[in-house]
């Protein structure tokens, strides 16, 4: 009996090893390319694809997903697939904008999958919107077949589409990206910027439902709510001690830092609270720089710090020989996970502290796309910890 169990457990195991894993293409750095030593090929994705309505009266709804992005990213860091934590990719797509290509049906890919959080907030600040002809089956299926999906059928694959109108307008039918969505074990869920019934007599909710989606409906103009707490001053003290972890390297590096740097500020625009969110976000798994920071570059085995070159480097390691490079990135990372520990730990206390003040909020973007996420990632095995 016990030679049986432990041949089931070889074989779980095996099984589990054996997921496969989204393929990731490197972008070319000032470095010597190495083949990672360890690869992990039971890694999982939540993946996101945003379809955003930018027509004349989509204002708020722009404005909802710039304020809400980091408490969505939030929820999502406390996802497991068994005893793994997924990543996150997010695209972004616009449509129904008169300054769009009309040719293409009025549809922009804004940005492919992408796991840098940064990267997807500054597309999202340099949303505008103006009129123009909505077509929800195009924008869809552009989204289908330009996207790298992937095959794992562990991978939770989502589309997220929002706008207000009808959901039948364009020459592509909805219903036929909806069939081929479907196909890519791809769910499409539809949030309807104004009236419930009217969403439903629009089409919008039938869009959700052909593939066991979710409809909801959203007052895109409502102000977003952001809930302080007594230890907000803590945690924002904490990111500035935070960012200067951060060991750029590459010809991109010194830019990303600034491109970080100018995303704090976006999302303090809306709030101290939403500031807070932000860092919350950036102490978390899914906040990671390995292609300008040498501190997530080589905990990721993306390089080793023997073939890295001297002009790669930052200022204060030009010149430093392999075992202080080696020191310094290991010093900074000590420092970093102690840092974003120690905002994991006051992050709980505030939200205890928000539950016992009975406050809620309605945050419709943001409540839409978690809600329908957690309850479809049930379907995978999800859990939320």
């Known amino acids: 009996m016990k030679t049986y169990f432990k041949t089931c457990l070889f074989f779980l195991t095996l099984t589990t090893f054996m997921a496969c894993n989204?393929?990731?293409?490197?972008?070319?750095?000032a470095y010597n390319s190495t083949e990672?030593?360890?690869?992990?090929?039971s890694k999982q994705f939540i993946k996101v694809a945003l379809l955003l309505d930018t027509s004349n009266s989509m204002d708020g709804l722009i404005d909802q997903a710039k304020a809400q992005l980091w408490g969505i990213v939030n929820e999502l860091s406390y996802a497991k697939c068994g005893t793994n934590k997924p990543s996150l990719q997010i695209a972004l797509y616009e449509y129904g904008n008169?300054?769009?290509?009309?040719?293409?049906?009025?549809?922009?890919?804004v940005l492919s999958f992408s796991d840098d959080l940064d990267e997807i907030s500054k597309e999202l600040f340099s949303?505008?919107?103006n009129g123009g002809e909505e077509y929800c089956g195009q924008v869809i299926q552009t989204s289908l077949n330009q996207l790298n999906w992937g095959k794992n059928p562990d991978d939770l694959k989502l589309i997220f589409i929002a706008g207000n109108e009808p959901f039948t307008q364009g020459k592509i039918n909805y219903k036929d990206a909806s069939a081929n969505a479907k196909e890519k074990d791809i769910t499409i869920n539809t949030i309807f910027c104004g009236d419930y019934n009217q969403g439903i007599s629009s089409s919008w909710k039938d869009g959700a439902q052909l593939t066991n989606g979710d409809y909801i409906a959203i007052?895109?103009?409502k102000t977003t709510v952001h809930i302080a707490s007594p230890y907000d001053d803590e945690i924002l003290i904490l990111n500035k001690r935070l960012n200067k972890t951060y060991v750029v390297y590459g010809q991109m590096g010194r830019q990303k830092k600034e491109l970080q740097a100018e995303q704090d500020s976006n999302a303090g625009q809306y709030s101290k609270a939403n500031a807070v969110s932000r860092t919350v976000s950036k102490s978390s798994h899914l906040?990671?720089?390995?292609?300008?920071d040498l501190v997530d570059a080589v905990e990721e085995e993306e390089?080793?710090?023997e073939d890295i070159k001297d002009d790669a480097l930052p200022e204060e390691l030009k010149g430093k020989?392999?075992?202080?490079?080696?020191?310094?990135v290991t010093e900074k990372s000590k420092e970093r996970g102690a840092i974003q520990k120690k905002i994991q730990e006051l992050n709980t206390k505030r939200k205890e502290y928000i539950v016992k003040q009975k406050k809620s909020t309605d945050n419709g973007l943001e409540n839409a796309m978690t809600k329908a996420i957690k309850e479809q990632a049930k379907r995978k095995k999800y859990s939320w910890k």
């Open 98 to 109: 008169d300054r769009l290509n009309g040719s293409e049906g009025y549809i922009r890919q």
């Open 219 to 221: 007052n895109q103009n």
């Open 303 to 305: 390089i080793v710090i």
């Open 287 to 292: 906040y990671k720089n390995k292609t300008w």
């Open 22 to 29: 989204a393929n990731n293409k490197k972008q070319e750095l």
């Open 127 to 129: 949303l505008t919107t």
């Open 36 to 41: 990672k030593k360890h690869h992990d090929p």
């Open 321 to 328: 020989t392999k075992d202080e490079i080696k020191t310094y």
